[in-house]
């Protein structure tokens, strides 16, 4: 009997964004839906986050952030 390969995902669906950003389900939605945010509508039903790319976005949103309290702070 052959099994199938481990296959990792290459990305994320809308409850996993969700339970990653510690927030509820219709914010991660209302989050798909915003400028600059990495989500791909594949069917009418079916959102998902490339995870290469949700990562790079959190690390940007992270950097912005810290940008703009250091500029508030002079």
Not at 11 to 17: A, D, I, Q, S, T
């Given at each position: 009997m052959s099994q199938k390969p481990e296959i990792e995902?290459?990305?994320?669906?809308?409850?996993?964004?969700?339970a990653l950003l510690g927030i509820n389900l219709p914010k991660a939605y209302e989050l798909t839906r915003q400028?600059?945010?990495?989500?791909?509508?594949i069917s009418n039903r079916r959102i998902v986050v490339p995870k290469a790319a949700f990562e790079r976005w959190l690390e940007q949103a992270a950097f912005n952030k810290q940008s703009c309290g250091a500029a508030e702070k002079r």
């Open positions: 995902k290459a990305v994320y669906n809308v409850y996993e964004v969700a400028p600059g945010f990495p989500a791909i509508q």
